[in-house]
């Protein structure tokens, strides 16, 4: 198991709501990363978080938004929510070099939203 | 755009044959290929990876091929065992620029592994 942890591991929400999920980062880790992986389908990247700033987005709307805490612990938080936002919300925790990013994933939050 | 395609997308082999999965990436630019199995319900579990200036890696009964050229790379499981049974994903990455390194995801290849 990686030292990556998340919470909630799941969660139900209504259509229009706001979430906030947390992930803790491995220890050593400087870089967080969320995903979201609808079922049956590979995670899509939404944002990757490096010293605290936002550094790299995907295709998802401004809704989706996120912070890094001094510790390297991050937050994502969606606002308005959407029935197709429904999925498994993976962080993934890495420590940036030169030559590779190894990133090693938490057990992640399924969220459903009515 | 950034693509990482993957085939098959099922795979059933007999318990202890080979399975080989294949994948082919976009972006030249791409520097570091992870290996990502998937049980039901839990999370992606790195199992593999390879750099761009190497061609050829193993561990135990697993390996993987890049050939840079035709921009694919493989995954080759050897003996396989009832405990292989999962999602594999391919994924592309460029590591270590000052832009951020998302991980490409391919689609995912279902194995089950027959009795």
């Known amino acids: 198991e990686t030292g990556v942890t998340q919470s909630p591991t799941h969660l139900i929400k209504t259509r229009g709501q706001q979430v906030t999920l947390r992930c803790s980062s491995q220890s050593g880790h400087n870089t967080v990363s969320w995903y979201q992986q609808a079922l049956g389908q590979g995670p899509q990247f939404i944002f990757q978080?490096?010293?605290?700033?936002?550094?790299g987005r995907g295709n998802f709307p401004p809704r989706f938004s996120g912070l890094q805490f001094p510790n390297y612990s991050s937050e994502l938080n969606v606002n308005a929510l959407e029935l197709d936002d429904s999925a498994l919300y993976l962080c993934?925790?890495?420590?940036?070099?030169?030559?590779?990013?190894?990133?090693?994933f938490g057990p992640g939050t399924r969220l459903l939203v009515l | 755009g950034e693509n990482v395609e993957q085939h098959p997308s099922t795979l059933s082999v007999q318990e202890g044959d080979s399975a080989v999965i294949k994948c082919t990436y976009s972006d030249s630019a791409s520097n570091y290929f992870p290996w990502y199995k998937q049980e039901l319900g839990k999370r992606p579990q790195l199992i593999i990876d390879i750099r761009s200036n190497v061609g050829e890696k193993k561990d135990q009964r697993i390996a993987v091929t890049l050939n840079k050229t035709a921009k694919h790379f493989s995954l080759h499981i050897t003996e396989t065992q009832p405990e292989d049974s999962a999602v594999y994903f391919c994924a592309a990455t460029k590591a270590g620029y000052s832009s951020a390194s998302k991980i490409i995801f391919g689609s995912g290849t279902r194995l089950s592994i027959r009795p």
């Open positions: 993934a925790s890495s420590f940036r070099d030169r030559e590779q990013e190894t990133q090693y």
């Open positions: 978080y490096y010293r605290e700033e936002e550094n």
